[in-house]
C-alpha cells in the first residue's frame, strides 16, 4: 500500500506542527524561576507582540498597561523591551538607573555602516562617549558656533512660516508632522 504525496505533506505538516508547539512550550518554561518576572502579554514565536499594537500603537500600550500595570515587557519581534508607563517609574529608570539604560542596543547594521567603527550618536556609554561628548561640547555645540546658524534658522522658521500662511489662506489641511519633518531635509 503506497501512501500518497498528499498524506505524507499532511503526516510532516502535523509532525512540524507538533514538535514546533512543544519547542514553544519548553522555551516558554526557560525563564521561569529566575526571580520575579516583569508582567506583560505572552508574545508569539517569531513577531513576539507585534501584532498586539495595532495601527495605534500608543493605545495598545495604554490598554496593556492598565492590564499588566505601570511596567510590562513586551517582545518587538525578537527584541524583548520594557515599557514603562507611569511618571513614578520613569523616574525609577531614568533618574536612579540611568546608566544602566543609557547605552545604546548593537545594532549590525550600524557596524557595517561604521565599518567596526562607532559613531557618535550610537557610541556606548563610557570613557569613549565622554571625550566624544567633550569634542563635540568644546567645538560643535559653542555658543559661537550655535550663534552662526541663526540667520539660517530664522531664514527656514519664516519659510515654514509662510507656508502656513499660505495653507490657511486656501484653507487646505495641513499636517505639522510632515511639515516639520520636512525642516530637517531643507
Known amino acids: 500500500m503506497a501512501l500518497s504525496a498528499a498524506t505524507l505533506l499532511t503526516a510532516l505538516a502535523v509532525l512540524c506542527s507538533f514538535f514546533y ?15 520575579k518576572a516583569i508582567p506583560g502579554p505572552r508574545p508569539l514565536p517569531i513577531i513576539g507582540n507585534l501584532h498586539m499594537l495595532g495601527m495605534l500603537p500608543h493605545q495598545s500600550l495604554y490598554r496593556l498597561a492598565k492590564k499588566y500595570g505601570p511596567m510590562m515587557s513586551i517582545r518587538l519581534g525578537v527584541v524583548p523591551t520594557v515599557v514603562v508607563s507611569s511618571p513614578q517609574a520613569a523616574e525609577i529608570f531614568l ?3 540611568d546608566t544602566v539604560f543609557a ?3 548593537r545594532l549590525q547594521v550600524l557596524e557595517l555602516i561604521y565599518n567596526g567603527k562607532r559613531g557618535i550618536a ?9 571625550s ?3 569634542i563635540c561640547n568644546m567645538t560643535i555645540f559653542t ?24 495653507a490657511a489662506s486656501a484653507k487646505e489641511v495641513v499636517n505639522i508632522s510632515k511639515k516639520i519633518g520636512a525642516l530637517n531635509e531643507e
Open 21 to 35: 508547539i512543544l519547542f514553544y512550550i519548553s522555551s516558554s518554561k526557560k525563564g521561569k524561576g529566575k526571580g
Open 132 to 134: 566624544v561628548r567633550k
Open 95 to 97: 533618574k536612579t538607573h
Open 103 to 105: 547605552s545604546r542596543p
Open 122 to 130: 550610537f557610541t556606548e556609554l563610557g570613557s569613549y562617549w565622554r
Open 143 to 166: 555658543a559661537s558656533k550655535i550663534e552662526s546658524f541663526a540667520s539660517t534658522r530664522k531664514e527656514v522658521l519664516a519659510h515654514f512660516i509662510e507656508s502656513l500662511k499660505e
